[in-house]
């Protein structure tokens, strides 16, 4: 009896442990990684650098520069928001180019009262067609930074601050901390002010170099899973040789079911379809998402669609959906991962950019709108979508269409990673043998299973 309970207990034992290893199998399939590492774009981030320009009786005025060095990321409206905490009990006395949100309690100042008193100020880019005494160089945009590739002339953004209650001199003055920056929402996180050496600037005529006073700092780098928990995009696929088409994984971008709450989908064919999507509001009134109802709830589906196959070229259509009712896409970009992207022959209605992350690596390429032609995604609807195709040279030596080599790697849409169909469900040439059916999570299971049941026997 006592040997027939041991043998018992082991089995139960070992079967509590296969289910501990299924559920660990299934959970691990079903979670999309985010990493806050960018792999196609690893010295990506936003710099700010504070030049004390000169001294004032009781402070300093400063210029304030943030550098977006990311290569596919930018911020569009309503742009970007900074804020950090001073050291001392510094004010603000006055702005330009920029200004905070919120003036604070300024109350024990009489006759000249500081343009913000708080301790942690928040700082907003002031709107295009400010008055020209209220602008700077680079201000002024509404908070818009275009990427470093995109439109490096539009990758930077100034203002012009003066400090009072501050110190005067390079040792007395304090670097602010806890730096924020939302681009427009969460996503950034910034390191702490570091003092370095001051920024020297040349003249016009370059025949003269000035240098600032005092010059900090700050690093912001962005995280894809802090921004939002779900994706923000997926990838479809199909091809000229098969008539499947492989649709965006189900629930890609997370499932919305319940259309009373905020952010749920809405039926394209909803009677007085305007009228939801654009409700009388209050002026100000911010409306929150509203996407089209489909299996994948993503704002944005990637459609990559092999066309043609010639004798020394093959070609690939592009097409870019926005199912978002609420939000369209200004200075949009595309990034494309795939192993001849090192030999792009022409590329049709789009901007092209081949981008090097790593050295002797050419496998990356940037993607974006013609100005004034496609540039704009509108929101969902029947404008609301770009394509393009790209004729590719083939490599004879590692071209083919078997087992899905023909579909990228990775796709990025406005620097967000997008959701990548199982490559087990890729379109298969129609005379490439036996396909399994068998997934890679049911090919690890198997053995596992296989392994407990007869260890029990």
Sequence with gaps: MES???RSSSVAAKLSFLAVVIVFFISSS???STEAYDALDPEGNITMKWDVMNWTPDGYVAVVTMFNFQKYRHIQSPGWTLGWKWAKKEVIWSMVGA???EQGDCSKYKGNIPHCCKKDPTVVDLLPGTPYNQQIANCCKGGVMNSWVQDPGNAASSFQISVGAAGTTNKTVRVPRNFTLLGP?????????KVVKPTKFVTSDTRRTTQAMMTWNITCTY???LAQRTPTCCVSLSSFYNETIVGCPTCACGCQNNKTEAGACLDPDTPHLASVVSPPTKKGTILP????CTRHMCPIRVHWHVKQNYKEYWRVKITITNFNYRLNYSQWNMVAQHPNLDNITQIFSFNYKSLTPYAGLNDTAMLWGVKFYNDFLSEAGPLGNVQSEILFRK???TFTFEKGWAFPRRIYFNGDNCVMPPPDTYPFLPNGGFRSEFSVFAAVLLPVIVFFFFSVM
Excluded at 185 to 193: F, H, K, V
Excluded at 289 to 292: I, R, S, W
């Design 99 to 101: 200004q905070t949100t």
């Design 4 to 6: 027939f309970l041991s």
């Design 185 to 193: 929402g969460p996503g950034y996180t910034c390191g702490p002010a």
């Design 395 to 397: 490599d004879q030596s």
């Design 30 to 32: 079903s979670f999309t």
């Design 223 to 225: 995280s894809q899973f």
């Design 289 to 292: 998402p509203l996407v089209q």
